[in-house]
C-alpha cells in the first residue's frame, strides 16, 4: 500500500542486514556494486547515507542512495560568465554555493530502485519527506542528480513540491545494429564525413610503430599507464565533474569484471589511449576515456578509438554505444543522438525557492554549449512526459522555442 510505506536513512554498514541491497539497481549497468565502488574510492569529504523505503509488513522494497556536498550552482554558466563570476566571488565568496543533498550517483546519472510499478510512489515519499531529512543534515539544497528521460512521469510529482526541473548536459546513444563498422558508415554518415574518417583511419594505419588494440576485464596491471592518460583528458576539459582515483580505476575491474571492459591501444608497447566501458543488455556504454596528447591528434586517436570500440561491440552483438557527456561536436557529426537526462531542484526555504525557480533556466549548463541546438532530438532536453498535461507544465522553454510547449 502506498501510504503505508515509510522512509528511513541509513550508513553502509547496516546495508550488511538489507537482503534487498543485494538486488539494488539489478537492471541497470551500475548496480549495487558501483554505488559502493563509488563510496570506497571517491570523494571522501561527501557524506554517504542511504534513503530505505519499507511496505507496510516493515519489509524493505528500495534503497535509494544519497550524499551530501557543497555544491556550486554556477557551474554550468562559468565557461561564458567565468570572469564576472570570479570577481563577484571576491567579495561574496559563497555566491549560489550550498550545503546540498543530492538523490543519485556522484559519478553517473541517477535510476530509482525497485519495482518499475512503484516508482512513482517512491518519488512521492520522497518529494513529502526530503525537505525534512536536509534539515536534519543541514542541507539547504536539495537535488535529484541527473535522473534520466525515461523517469520523467515518476519523478513529475517533484514539481508540486517545489522541485524545477531543468536538462543537465546529456549523454548520447548511436545505433550500431549493423554488419560491420564500414555498413555503419555507409548507411548513417554522409560523404563528407566518411571521406574525413577514411583519411584519419589511413594516416593512423600508417604509423609506425602500428597502434595495436586489446581488451581486457582488470586495469590493475596497467593502472600506472592509463591514469596519466585519464588525467590527460581531465585537465583539458572545459567543465570539471567527479575527478576519478586509481583506486576506482583498479576496482572497477575487480568488483564488476562481469560488465567491465578496457580498451587498450598500444604503440610500440606503450599504452596511448584507453577506453573504460560498461556492457550491458545488448548496449555497451563508454564511461571514461584516456589519451596521450604527444600522439593523439597526429594518430587523431579519438575517432579510431570510436572506431575499435564500435568494430569490437559489433562483431560481439552489442546493438547500441552510449557515451557520456561533453565532447559533442565528434558526436553530431558521428549521427549520435542526445540522450537526455534531469536536474530536479528546490531549496529548503520557500523565498529563497521562488527565486531560485526564475534564475535556473539561466544557469543550467545546455544552454551554453552551441554545438547541442545542432542535434535532431534537441528539442527532446525539454520533453514533457507522455502522460499528458500536469505539474510538469512549469517546466521552463528550450531556447528559441518562443513560448511553445
Not at 592509463?226 to 582515483?245: A, C, D, G, N, W
Not at 587523431?300 to 572506431?307: A, D, E, K, M, S
Request: proline share 6%; aromatic share 12%.
Amino acid at each position: 500500500m502506498q501510504y503505508a510505506r515509510r522512509l528511513e536513512v541509513i550508513v553502509r554498514d547496516d546495508l550488511q542486514h538489507c537482503p534487498r541491497w543485494q538486488f539494488a539497481f539489478a537492471n541497470e549497468r551500475k548496480d549495487h556494486r558501483y554505488y559502493e565502488l563509488v563510496e570506497d574510492t571517491l570523494h571522501p569529504e561527501f557524506d554517504y547515507r542511504y534513503f530505505v523505503i519499507k511496505d507496510a509488513v516493515d519489509q524493505v522494497c528500495s534503497v535509494q542512495p544519497f550524499f551530501l556536498m557543497d555544491l556550486d550552482l554556477l557551474v554550468g554558466a562559468s565557461p561564458r560568465f567565468g570572469v564576472l563570476i570570479d570577481t563577484i566571488r571576491r567579495m561574496w565568496p559563497r555566491l549560489m554555493r550550498a550545503r546540498a543533498l543530492m538523490v543519485g550517483c556522484v559519478a553517473g546519472e541517477g535510476h530509482l530502485d525497485g519495482d518499475e510499478a512503484c516508482h512513482r510512489a517512491s518519488a512521492e515519499l520522497l518529494a513529502s519527506t526530503i525537505a525534512g531529512h536536509a534539515h536534519t543534515f543541514g542541507a539547504r539544497l536539495i537535488v535529484f542528480k541527473e535522473f534520466p528521460a525515461r523517469y520523467r512521469a515518476p519523478l513529475d510529482c517533484l514539481t508540486t513540491h517545489g522541485f524545477t526541473c531543468i536538462p543537465s548536459l546529456p549523454m548520447t546513444r548511436l545505433c550500431i545494429d549493423y554488419a560491420s563498422f564500414d555498413d555503419y558508415m555507409n548507411h548513417a554518415l554522409n560523404s563528407a564525413t566518411r571521406k574525413k574518417l577514411r583519411k584519419k583511419f589511413e594516416a593512423t594505419a600508417r604509423a609506425s610503430p602500428p597502434v595495436e588494440m586489446s581488451v581486457v576485464n582488470d586495469a590493475t596491471p596497467v593502472i600506472a599507464q592509463i591514469y596519466p592518460l585519464y588525467l590527460q583528458v581531465y585537465r583539458r576539459s572545459k567543465l570539471h565533474f567527479e575527478k576519478l582515483t586509481e583506486q576506482y580505476f583498479r576496482d572497477l575491474g575487480r568488483r564488476m569484471g562481469d560488465r567491465v571492459r578496457f580498451f587498450l591501444w598500444r604503440q610500440n608497447e606503450r599504452i596511448v589511449a584507453f577506453a573504460a566501458c560498461i556492457v550491458h543488455g545488448d548496449t555497451i556504454y563508454a564511461e571514461y576515456i584516456g589519451l596521450d596528447y604527444n600522439v593523439a591528434l597526429d594518430l587523431h586517436l579519438y575517432h579510431y578509438v570510436f572506431r575499435d570500440m564500435v568494430s569490437w561491440a559489433i562483431v560481439n552483438g552489442y546493438k547500441w554505444f552510449r557515451s557520456s557527456g561533453l565532447n559533442y561536436d565528434p558526436k553530431l557529426h558521428l549521427r549520435h543522438l542526445l540522450d537526455p537526462i534531469d536536474l530536479y531542484v528546490r531549496h529548503t526555504s520557500t523565498s529563497i525557492n521562488a527565486v531560485l525557480k526564475r534564475i535556473l533556466p539561466a544557469l543550467e549548463p545546455t544552454r551554453y554549449d552551441e554545438t547541442l541546438a545542432k542535434f535532431r532530438n534537441y528539442h527532446e532536453l525539454w520533453a514533457q512526459p507522455e502522460t499528458g498535461p500536469g505539474p510538469s507544465s512549469t517546466r521552463p522553454n528550450p531556447p528559441g522555442s518562443r513560448g511553445r510547449r
